[in-house]
């Protein structure tokens, strides 16, 4: 690791995290998984933590040695690693989780969950959603999430408010939509949002067109020269059914990818959220343009849509986070289920049991997602000078013991009810499971008065459809 001297005018008190296993995430994955250089975690080591960023991590036996003033904070029975990278969610959509399940994507979207969101989401339900995701998201591990919905600025509020990290995406539809009158709108308005909250340090911005079948070539085109221009990374939903893909190439002569690969879309500032249809020829562009996929497996799994070949984009050497989508496909905010998720799909897909390792999953929702989000160099590992975005995993419980490999307990065996103590740029937002920086009571009641207002809306429509 790396050490810097402590300095002797410190207006910020030195912090010591002292755990008994610290995974620095710091190590890149290689194609054959039993090839890392050195152990994936640290017995008995600590954190050093100075205002928002990491300043050491020496082992325990050294803190009071090397910074004498510091105040240790010992977490027994405890791993420490960096915060989990949720690279795709609809935040706000958590007030419509179990408002309808079991319906094929299309169906789900056009019966269901448009009409609903085209009659209630206004400013409210979405600042009072992304509460309810952020919630959930911290009080199971996850620092940072990339998000796209409608009323950006009320994520990017909620955001703020509550100390979590975000990229905010400034959602982009062709169509009428509550945010917007069309493409042109979505983008102007986006960008006021983004100049407004473009100097907040956790926060940070992208485009996001819905997906090929709602924003158009020439859309996609103006995007393309604005995120070039803006620096500003393009997220969005891309062969996410074998039915989207048919039907695009019915329409337009070409397959969605090629189509974003002919506008010079694919490039290393490009998300692309689901992928479960790629051959071969697709899978190579991913790799020689740099384009990140995001798999979103349980989600994928729920609405039936396919499964994305993880294991193939990992041997060709695309870079691989993971999104839990929204919390109305999916039905919840758990990055540890879902990499677990990710884990056990890409060996069933391939009927491989070495594809996707215990690591290379931890490293797709923490490095990965930093990559994917181009923060690799502020967050996503544990090592000097990165934001200290960091959780604690209780592994002392009966469901994760004995440890042999705390690596191997976290993907596998591990629980989001295991978090205990959570930190975004050196604050810490969740203590001992309590949040430190919202107000539970309250996100509760709303989640509750939505339902109730979202139900009764339904049950007068059925009544007036029935007269
Ligand atoms: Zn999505």
Redesign the pocket.
């Known amino acids: 690791m790396n050490t810097i001297e402590p300095s002797t005018t410190n207006k910020h008190p030195l912090i010591a995290l002292a755990a008994e296993w610290i995974l620095p995430m710091t190590q890149t994955p290689t194609c054959d998984h039993h090839d890392l250089e050195a152990p994936q975690w640290l017995d008995n080591h600590a954190i050093i933590i100075q205002d928002c960023k990491i300043l050491d991590i020496l082992s325990r036996d050294q803190i009071l040695a090397r910074y004498p003033d510091c105040e240790i904070t010992e977490l027994k029975g405890m791993a420490l690693m960096p915060g989990l990278i949720n690279a ?1 969610c ?1 935040a706000a959509m958590s007030l419509l989780r179990g408002y309808s399940d079991d319906l094929p994507l299309h169906q789900w979207l056009e019966t269901a969950i448009w009409p609903v969101e085209a009659q209630f989401v206004d400013d409210e339900f979405v600042y009072q959603g992304t509460q309810l995701a952020i919630a959930e998201m911290l009080r199971g591990g996850t620092t940072c999430f990339q998000d ?1 919905y409608f009323m950006p600025d009320q994520i990017a509020r909620a955001a703020q408010q509550s100390g979590i990290r975000a990229n905010i995406g400034l959602m982009v539809v062709d169509s009428e939509t509550v945010w917007a009158r069309d493409a042109s709108e979505c983008i102007s308005k986006g960008l006021s949002v983004y100049d407004q909250y473009k100097h907040n340090s956790n926060l940070t911005f992208s485009f996001a067109p819905h997906a090929p079948y709602t924003v158009s070539p020439q859309t996609l085109e103006k995007l393309s020269t604005l995120s070039f221009e803006l620096s500003l990374n393009i997220h969005m ?1 891309l062969h996410e059914t074998a039915a989207e893909v048919f039907d695009y190439q019915k329409k337009h002569d070409i397959r969605p990818l090629e189509q974003l690969h002919k506008l010079g879309l694919l490039n290393p500032q490009l998300n692309a ?1 689901h992928m479960t249809q790629l051959n071969e020829q697709e899978i190579s562009w991913l790799e020689e343009t740099g384009t990140h996929v995001i798999h ?1 497996p349980q ?1 994928n799994m729920k609405l039936a849509s396919g499964c994305c070949p993880t294991g193939q984009l990992l041997d060709a050497g695309v870079n691989l986070a993971i999104g839990t ?2 919390a109305a ?1 999916n039905n919840d905010l758990d990055m540890l289920a879902e990499l677990q998720s990710a884990a056990l799909l890409a060996k069933i897909d391939c009927l491989d049991p070495e594809k996707l390792s215990a690591y290379q999953a931890l490293y797709a929702a923490t490095m990965g997602g930093a990559k994917a989000l181009g923060l690799e160099d502020d967050i996503g590992s544990l090592e000097h000078g990165k934001q200290a975005d960091i959780i604690a995993i209780d592994l002392n419980q009966i469901e994760t013991q004995p440890v042999y490999n705390p690596v191997s307990q976290i993907v596998y065996a591990a629980s989001r009810n295991q978090v205990t103590h959570v930190w975004v740029a050196g604050k810490q937002l969740l203590n001992n499971r309590q949040l430190t920086s919202l107000n539970e009571s309250n996100i509760l009641n709303n989640a509750r008065s939505w339902k109730d207002k979202i139900l009764e809306n339904k049950i007068v429509q059925k009544q007036n459809s029935e007269l």
């Open positions: 795709h609809h796209m939903h959220v979103c989600s989508d929204g496909s």
